[in-house]
């Protein structure tokens, strides 16, 4: 039997190599924080064919674009800004140039438009394609934690939450197009996702945003991250989630279904940020607030039990 899910393995390698450092921000955030190296941010993300893409049904432009844009998200979160970053390429013996080619076509056209440059990385042959980039970026402030909220901030989020896994089961199963009435929408938000650099940029110069978090693995699974690093609570009013309805054919019927998917699915790429400021702008929701403990639910002001929801965030293994 396997000893180790993603977490516990994580745990397992954060305990094994700790170390005490209050100049640094390790394993457990968005991004590894130095502040002796001018408040240098660092961090990776990979993906690989047959687990987060079908090689068949693969536009490998937008591959290229999202796989810089899901650790622009990170830099994101940490509220700072891209510098430099290293890319490594697992090339299986099928792949043809012209994948190649349009893979890194869409990588520099998302490297241009955040003016990030590529110094460095690998090639490697493989069975299957992968991809791996490490990105580099600097905070202008403090950094943005994930271990950082306070009791009575606001918990908001950024954009539309279940977009991008709306967007996926219409790729993984034909039937489910009927659902959607507009299912590109939907398909785009998840093969293209936008980091939310310009808009943390914007809301940290603007307000106090005491933690933060990108949502890759479900909103509400990085919600439970910020409340156990901050050693604190959440209620959530599930019906305030901003959820793209108008686009969805039986939404009225399947309100909470649909509301729970969203919730649980993963790779938003959104923001959930905490912060003690009302905030009204354009593309921010206030879903709720951080409380002393508990992890509470409510739809149409009545508790939903935590344990009834099945899924509440994607682990990977
Ligand atoms: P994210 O979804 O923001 O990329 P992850 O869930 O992948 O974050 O990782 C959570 C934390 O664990 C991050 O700080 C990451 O750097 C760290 N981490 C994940 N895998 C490893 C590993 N193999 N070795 C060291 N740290 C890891
Ligand atoms: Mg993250």
Same mark, same amino acid.
């Given at each position: ?11 397992? =390698?954060?305990? #094994?190599? @700790? ?25 990776? #993300? ?9 090689? !068949?049904?693969?536009?490998?432009? +937008? +591959?290229?674009?999202?796989? +810089? @844009? ?20 697992? $090339?299986?013996?099928?792949? !043809? ?63 539309? $939450? ?52 990108? =949502? ?55 923001? $959930? ?5 009302? =905030? ?38």
């Amino acid at each position: 039997m396997k000893k180790y899910n993603e977490f516990s393995l994580i745990e397992k =390698i954060k305990k #094994d190599f @700790s170390f005490q450092n209050k100049n640094i921000i390790g394993i457990g955030d968005d991004c590894a924080f130095l502040k002796k190296e001018k408040n240098l941010i660092i961090t990776t #993300d990979t993906l690989v064919e047959n687990k987060h893409f079908i090689f !068949e049904k693969t536009d490998f432009f +937008l +591959l290229g674009k999202k796989s +810089l @844009s899901v650790n622009l998200s990170d830099i994101a979160a940490m509220g700072g800004i891209p510098l430099y970053f290293l890319l490594t390429l697992g $090339i299986p013996p099928y792949m !043809e140039d012209s994948f190649i080619e349009k893979f890194l076509d869409g990588l520099k056209e998302c490297a241009i438009e955040y003016k990030t440059k590529l110094i460095g990385g690998d090639c490697v042959a493989s069975n299957n394609f992968f991809v791996s980039i490490t990105l580099l970026g600097k905070t202008l402030k403090k950094p943005i934690l994930r271990s950082n909220a306070k009791i009575n901030d606001y918990i908001y989020t950024t954009g539309k $939450i279940g977009d991008s896994s709306f967007g996926l089961s219409i790729l993984l199963n034909e039937e489910e197009k009927k659902c959607f009435k507009d299912e590109n929408y939907f398909v785009k938000k998840h093969l293209n996702p936008t980091p939310r650099i310009k808009l943390m940029k914007k809301l940290s110069g603007k307000y106090k945003i005491n933690s933060a978090i990108d =949502i890759s693995d479900g909103l509400l699974g990085d919600l439970i991250h910020i409340a156990e690093e901050s050693k604190c609570g959440f209620e959530i009013f599930i019906d305030k989630i901003p959820i793209s309805k108008e686009k969805i054919s039986n939404f009225q019927e399947k309100e909470l279904e649909y509301i729970l998917k969203a919730i649980s699915g993963g790779e938003d790429y959104e923001i $959930i940020f905490t912060s003690p400021d009302i =905030i009204k702008e354009k593309e921010i929701t206030n879903i709720g607030r951080i409380t002393d403990s508990g992890f509470k639910l409510f739809y149409k002001d009545k508790e939903l039990a935590l344990s009834n929801i099945k899924n509440k965030s994607f682990i990977h293994f």
